[in-house]
């Protein structure tokens, strides 16, 4: 005797629980959007007076979530950080004008990157969630993420949950269940349902070690620094950091390209590994609140177009130490 197959009803409990453990994140509080009307294409989560998602005490529940799949006026908002800050998601959200859910699909495929894509509400550029195994702090996925966006040619990234603090409400995909305009992508572009964006996003938990590997984003073209000129790379970007980190408002983004071409052709040395000057300069600027897609960019192309003029061991001498081969200590003969 077989059982009965599900009825919708069903079904819909069963998906809401999964997305409940899925997107575990806040517990102490949720968000509830109201969607109106839409404006320029784009669905308006507002309410009449234009106010953002309601904050309301209690966890998402799976009951909030089966509303969330079968209600075409409210939809759920979670928080990835629960209150002692740790947190098993985060998310990237791409909004670059001109950049289609299609592009953003293409280059994660192309990258091998292991988020999944969901469609916006306006369908320009896609959130890309990373989630883990396990509860991991919410820095470590921040950086995480962060790497992650390094990857990605995009220069308007947002990124869920900030390093520290609960950051804001995070709009789940799927709102309205099979209907909706917010789904993940299979290959080629075509929606996934429900049940295949559950399969693959539950496949997609990475561990907390790799949480972690991903922090250091792999750069092309790297090149292992030689003994000749590394001191020399090594105290300029050191200066260089300090001097981007402390940078006023007005005349940043030029700093940050011209340092950065200074460390490409030093790299096209071979004086300094290209991972090193990325990192330390991508955070500087961070550091001197650039934002990070524009930073990004700047950085990269610095490096680039620096590492087509590498420089001469002899340039800049002010920066040279003299070399010593050999040191000859003469002493007269007593009494001379």
């Given at each position: 005797m077989t059982s009965a197959a599900p009825n919708e009803s069903e079904q819909e409990r069963a998906?809401?629980?999964?997305?409940?453990?899925?997107?575990?994140?806040?517990?102490?509080?949720?968000g509830l959007y109201r969607v109106l009307r839409v404006v320029d294409g784009k669905a308006e989560i507002k309410d009449e007076n234009g106010n953002g998602p309601a904050d309301v005490k209690g966890p998402p529940t799976v009951a909030l979530w089966e509303m969330h799949l079968?209600?075409?006026?409210?939809?759920?908002?979670?928080?990835?950080?629960?209150?002692?800050?740790?947190?098993r998601w985060g998310v990237l959200d791409i909004d670059d004008k001109g950049v289609d859910f299609e592009d953003v699909v293409a280059q994660v495929a192309a990258q091998s990157l292991p988020v999944v894509v969901c469609r916006s509400k306006s369908g320009r550029g896609g959130h890309c969630y990373l989630f883990a195994a396990d509860w991991v702090p919410q820095a470590d996925m921040n950086a995480a993420l962060r790497a992650t966006a390094a990857r990605l040619p995009f220069k308007k990234i947002d990124i869920f949950p900030p390093a520290d603090g609960p950051g804001n409400w995070v709009c789940m995909p799927y709102g309205?269940?099979?209907?909706?305009?917010?789904?993940?992508?299979?290959?080629?572009?075509?929606?996934?349902?429900?049940?295949?964006?559950?399969?693959?996003?539950?496949?997609?938990?990475?561990?907390p070690m790799v949480i972690a590997a991903l922090?250091?984003?792999?750069?092309?073209?790297?090149?292992?620094?030689?003994?000749?000129?590394?001191?020399r790379a090594a105290r300029k970007l050191a200066a260089f950091v300090i001097e981007i980190a402390e940078a006023q408002e007005g005349g940043r983004a030029k700093?940050?390209?011209?340092?950065?071409?200074?460390?490409?052709?030093?790299?096209g040395a071979g004086w300094i590994v290209e991972e090193a000057v990325f990192d330390a300069l991508l955070d500087a600027s961070l550091?001197?609140?650039?934002?990070?897609?524009?930073?990004?960019?700047?950085v990269r192309n610095g490096i680039k177009d620096g590492k087509r003029e590498p420089p001469d061991a002899s340039s800049d001498d002010s920066?040279?130490?003299?070399?010593?081969?050999?040191?000859?200590?003469?002493?007269?003969?007593?009494?001379?």
């Open positions: 998906q809401a629980a999964r997305l409940y453990d899925l997107f575990r994140g806040a517990d102490h509080r949720h079968t209600s075409n006026i409210w939809q759920l908002g979670v928080s990835p950080v629960r209150a002692d800050g740790m947190c309205e269940g099979e209907k909706t305009n917010r789904y993940a992508a299979k290959t080629g572009g075509l929606a996934m349902t429900v049940a295949e964006f559950l399969v693959v996003a539950e496949n997609a938990r990475q561990s922090t250091r984003p792999p750069m092309p073209e790297s090149v292992v620094a030689n003994s000749e000129g590394s001191d700093l940050l390209y011209g340092r950065a071409k200074d460390m490409g052709r030093m790299i550091r001197a609140r650039l934002p990070y897609g524009e930073a990004v960019d700047h920066d040279l130490y003299p070399v010593i081969d050999k040191l000859v200590v003469l002493t007269g003969r007593r009494g001379a």
